[in-house]
């Protein structure tokens, strides 16, 4: 029989995913083209052609042992140096190869950062809405996530009640900017308040806080937004990377974890996620995509091609006279429900042939998520029936 936990996982499986199979449903119903899918995070752009490019000389230039080979838990020290070098270029930080560590994905990161702080027992702090994955990851080593709400207007991070959340088992904070799902950005205002208000939480406790900074949308901001460098701010930061949604590259499970030498304890907190890095069930991160994905540091998906889904989708809705968040970032629209209950909400829509996800799966009933990383098309296409979704609630 299979364990307590995991019977608790199996039954509520992720209604994120469950939506995924709907829209193949759907589709073979309907047919593709009319069936507007919102539901799912993958990215529908392709990877820079560089990426295909440097995985060619890549396979030319390296010998095979090295290429394919195990490395050391921390990943190949010359894709740690473009990493480090590119973040110093571009954020004036001063990381070197031995704190950067390449991770599966972002996933694969979070779970090395929390596996290396986390105690049975201890508390993790996020803010929500958030990431449902983040209550498996910390309960993944038997602590517990504690979810602060955000700011009801602005969806920023509320400093003052996120103090108010640490205790004595506080250990780390899980932030995520841009953010899924909303969209939104957490300005340098948010990130010095909370800085400040954790800052005096350590002090009064006389422990380390860690903020873990989940940054896969790093690189997807629009009209000009800027996503603060926590590490700027925060001594005691962990930033997870992914190359998952930058490069468009969600299947090939690459990432990297950056641990400052400024952080409480760094020798060991750098030690051990090398370790964690290796027992998780996976060991050191897929080497060929560590010195592809490194060497493309500079390259990007079509930010472009992005920003005019998220215009159409953002302006077509509140056109039709639906109340959204306005998203500075990431590849989703978060909308308010017309009704008190979105799962009705998600119903209604799905008639339509429209899918999206209920806020409750990001610990935010009331709203629903839209991901936007879908063809043009689909967006264009889909205009007519969430107009006439907005009818059925008299809205416009
Ligand atoms: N964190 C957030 C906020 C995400 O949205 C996702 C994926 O959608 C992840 C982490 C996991 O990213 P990766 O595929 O790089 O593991």
Redesign the pocket.
Known sequence: MISDRMKKLAAGNSAIRAMFEEGKRLAGIYGAENVYDFSL?NPNFPAPKQINETIKALLDEKESTYLHGYMSNAGFEEARELVAASLNRRFGTAFGVNNILMTV????GLNVALCTLLDPGDEGLTVSPY?VEYGNYVSNFSAKLIAVPADEKTFQPDADKLAAAVTAKTKAVIL?NPN?PTGVVYSEETIKKLAAALEAKQKELGTSIYIIS?E?YRELVYDGAVVPYITKYYRNTIVAY?W?KSLSL?GERI?YLVLPDEMDDAELVISAASISNRILGFVNAPSLMQLAAARCIDCSVDIEAYDNNRKLLYNGLRELGFECAKPEGAFYLWVRSPEPDEKKFVEKAKAHNILFVQGSSFACPGYVRLAYCVSEATIKNSMPAFAALAREYGLG
């Not at 994905?105 to 694969?108: E, R, V, Y």
């Open positions: 995070g994905g972002a996933a694969g990431f995520n899924n989940d896969p992914s998952s969600p990432g």
